[in-house]
């Protein structure tokens, strides 16, 4: 129950973030850096507030997610500001196809091959959303690539951490990745030029990225992969391209025409199909492997 709240909570938190960098009017190699930087420094507060010291060992473990997760930042937060949040989104929505047979690879995760038929449906969705995109929008061919490579490091970034499940407590592992995610961003934010050109208005919505999302929904995304299951957490990512698209229209004043609703409704009812059942096939192996240790112990 614990579980499905947190995961609920992130959901909005991250469905809030492409739209919160677009607010910034700030680049979003910039955005990536400094919300990073915070990021860190917050996460190193909690570690030593709470009797604890970072070390170098936690350090090595991190260095592969801290790294898929700092490019991904880059790429997400450039990407946003070259596209709409819908097209962000919708892509970004595709991670499941992507965690969900590496979960099955590296960690005996089954997958239901009746499931490849939605993943289709879904992809056919996301075509729609992309090619029906208003001809006066900020989509364009450099923000969709760039949303496509931040969903393979971000499926990098989930697959390493969920390797480092039940190894390192939250707080040192945030610390520890976090700042391996800013020396990664801090090459590319320094070939962007201007580093402390941010305006008041680019700090203000940095500062509420980073305590939403760089602080809160990964923080959660780390808690709750101690209980579910990396193919669960492609659940996140059903709701929030939808939601992302409310936060665009209300906050954005973004435009959407009718053929990308729906395309959304392809792509969030084609994920919900490839994701139930796959966790179906899941359960019913659990209930299996349940019955059989109850069978032996009898």
Not at 148 to 159: E, L, P, Q
Not at 254 to 281: K, P, S
Request: net charge positive; charged share 10%.
């Amino acid at each position: 129950m614990i579980g499905a709240i947190a995961m609920a909570i992130m959901i909005v938190m991250f469905s809030l973030g492409s739209t919160l960098v677009k607010r910034a009017h700030t680049p979003g190699q910039l955005v990536a850096f400094w919300r990073m930087l915070i990021t860190c420094g917050i996460w190193h507060v909690i570690v030593l507030a709470s009797g604890r010291r970072p070390t170098w060992a936690n350090l090595r473990k991190a260095v592969l997610p801290g790294i898929f997760f700092g490019v991904n930042i880059a790429a997400f937060f450039v990407g946003a500001t070259h596209n709409t949040v819908a097209n962000a989104e919708i892509i970004g929505a595709m991670t499941p196809f992507l965690v969900v047979p590496i979960g099955a690879r590296l960690f005996h995760e089954r997958l239901n091959p009746k499931a490849l038929l939605f993943a289709l449906i879904a992809l056919g969705g996301v075509s729609i959303v992309l090619f029906g995109a208003p001809a006066r929008g900020d989509a364009s061919l450099e923000g969709n690539l760039l949303a496509a490579f931040a969903v393979f490091c971000w499926t990098g970034y989930i697959v390493a951490t969920r390797r480092l499940r039940g190894v390192m407590d939250l707080a040192s592992y945030m610390a520890a990745m976090t700042l391996v995610a800013t020396v990664t961003l801090f090459p590319i934010a320094l070939s962007r030029g201007g580093l402390t050109t941010v305006s008041s208005t680019g700090w203000k919505y940095l500062l509420i990225l980073t305590m939403m999302t760089g602080v809160g929904a990964h923080g959660l995304m780390v808690y709750v992969q101690r209980t579910v299951p990396i193919g669960s957490i492609g659940v996140a990512q059903i709701a929030q391209p939808a939601l992302a698209a409310v936060w665009s229209f209300l906050l954005l004043d973004e435009e959407l025409h009718g053929w990308q609703f729906v395309g959304m409704l392809f792509v969030i009812g084609g994920l919900l199909g490839f994701v139930v059942l796959n966790q179906a096939v899941r359960s019913a192996r659990e209930q299996q492997e349940t019955g059989e240790l109850a069978g032996s112990a009898g």
